[in-house]
């Protein structure tokens, strides 16, 4: 059983940056898609970046230029780099994983995700 743990967030001012981790136990991440969503209060849960084995990324519209997410194989850990952090960025981050889906596949259909973690709030204050 994969299991998923997040840290990092917390409550910064807009235009500032956190760095999120996920932590992964039980398997090696190495062969899953591994994303990040996230679920404002009031909002459905949407995908925010995902990655797959290769490496290759998928953003969501609004965090493209400002979000970077990258995964380290041998640390079993899975980063995003947010920057230019704005108020509507206010979520519950989570980070899932998936052993088929490509990150295009995957940025979109957060409900086939197989394994989750219990999340990590970010705040961002204007």
């Known amino acids: 059983q994969l299991q998923l743990v997040e840290s990092g967030g917390g409550s910064v001012q807009s235009g500032g940056s956190l760095r999120l981790s996920c932590a992964a136990t039980?398997?090696?991440?190495?062969?899953?898609?591994m994303g990040w969503f996230r679920q404002a209060p009031g909002k459905e849960r949407e995908g925010v970046a995902t990655i797959n084995s290769g490496g290759g990324t998928s953003y969501a519209d609004s965090v493209k230029g400002r979000f970077t997410i990258s995964r380290d194989n041998a640390k079993n850990t899975l980063y995003l780099q947010m920057n230019s952090l704005k108020p509507e960025d206010t979520a519950m981050y989570y980070c899932?994983?998936?052993?088929?889906?490509?990150?295009?596949?995957?940025?979109?259909?957060?409900?086939?995700?197989?394994?989750w973690g219990k999340g990590t709030l970010v705040t961002i204050s204007s």
């Open positions: 899932a994983a998936d052993r088929w889906m490509t990150s295009a596949q995957a940025l979109n259909n957060a409900d086939a995700m197989d394994y």
């Open positions: 039980g398997y090696t991440i190495s062969r899953y898609c």
